[in-house]
């Protein structure tokens, strides 16, 4: 019986490599796709350029890292991958293609000349990994010069549009959830109140998922913003039933406050019993080996995006919705805004009793 299940999944596999080998080359005219990483990196990215590399080699397309984001499209610092190009990166944090901002390629000029490098190295279709930036670049790029590309979300804010997880998130909440359990030990053998800033940009996302992992007193962030005053009685609130430390999780663009130093004085000023310190995160949590929710999530994006690539689907960002790969056009992604998750917000509401 055993034996028969591998030998009708070997068939099945056969199949798709006959159609690919010898129907694909005539609808097919993908013959190159050129891969790259932008914006702020993300640990699942090399999951990522690992999947979408395989997929090209399994549908017999060439796959072409390009090094350091849109600069390198504009230098064209292009090298043909094969799949052990990406062998041993899967549970590696980072991107092994680099990863730059560029101003240049925000320029027609420095467009036009990425185009050229693209069609000098006959390359037929560009996926781009990254966030929203990366994906307003992408579009931009594809509509002036009608070139396919596909957008894979990853990024650690988690607040692209038409994805429920974006590649980093999950590895990212899991860095500052860990380290909020380290700060909890420091905070209650001094019964301080810790300020914990994260991520995120201007989505509280991280913030709100890891205040409720780590059992956060109080989770501030940029979707809503109640107020010094609610926060002093909040605290007061908690020291009233015996809490003798406290732990609030700050995101970046919450604007409860002027920063999280501010707020620090402000409590400090207002609660002259509460020891309070700050705790910036800051970029260790881009780092560390992806989790295995962010590299099943960027195999499978990969996967789909190569495909989608080859089915002419282009102009398409792959997400996950309802644990299902979807198409979301790459116009509406980003335009669209990523809501917080209200149920959540109660949860943490309740929890902080
Ligand atoms: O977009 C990812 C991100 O880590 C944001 O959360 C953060 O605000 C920003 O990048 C930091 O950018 P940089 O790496 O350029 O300092």
């Known amino acids: 019986m055993f034996s028969f299940l591998i030998k009708k999944r070997f068939k099945k596999m056969l199949i798709i490599k006959l159609i690919d080998y010898y129907i694909y080359p005539v609808k097919n005219q993908i013959k190159k796709i050129a891969l790259l990483t932008s914006g702020g990196d993300a640990p699942g990215m090399n999951a990522s350029i690992r999947s979408v590399v395989r997929a090209c080699v399994f549908h017999n397309i060439v796959p072409v890292g390009v090094y350091k984001g849109y600069d390198g499209l504009i230098k064209g610092r292009f090298e043909e991958m094969n799949a052990r190009s990406v062998k041993g990166i899967i549970n590696k944090g980072g991107t092994i293609l680099k990863t730059a901002r560029s101003e240049k390629f925000k320029l027609k000029t420095g467009r036009d000349e990425a185009y050229n490098s ?183 994006l990969g996967v789909s995006a190569v495909e989608s690539m080859i089915s002419k689907k282009d102009g398409n960002m792959v997400g996950l919705q309802n644990n299902k790969v979807v198409l979301t056009p790459l116009k509406k992604a980003v335009k669209g805004v990523t809501k917080i998750n209200k149920e959540l917000l109660k949860v943490s509401d309740i929890m902080s009793i």
């Open 118 to 300: 693209i069609k000098k190295n006959n390359i037929d279709g560009l996926i781009v990994i990254g966030g929203d930036g990366t994906f307003t670049g992408g579009l931009i790029f594809s509509e002036e010069n009608n070139f396919p590309v596909i957008g894979i979300p990853a990024t650690i804010d988690n607040d692209i549009f038409g994805t429920s997880h974006t590649i980093g998130f999950d590895s990212a909440t899991n860095t500052v959830m860990n380290a909020i359990d380290k700060i909890r030990d420091t905070a209650s053998s001094h019964n301080r109140l810790f300020f914990v800033e994260v991520m995120g940009r201007d989505a509280g996302h991280i913030a709100l998922n890891t205040g409720v992992a780590g059992g956060a007193e109080e989770i501030l962030i940029p979707e809503e913003n109640l107020g010094l005053d609610r926060l002093i009685q909040s605290l007061k609130r908690s020291e009233k039933t015996g809490k003798s430390s406290s732990i609030v999780v700050v995101a970046e663009g919450d604007k409860t406050g002027e920063n999280v130093f501010h707020l620090k004085e402000y409590v400090e000023k207002h609660l002259s019993d509460y020891d309070a310190r700050v705790a910036v995160l800051g970029h260790m949590q881009r780092g560390g080996t992806p989790t295995c929710f962010d590299r099943v999530l960027a195999s499978r």
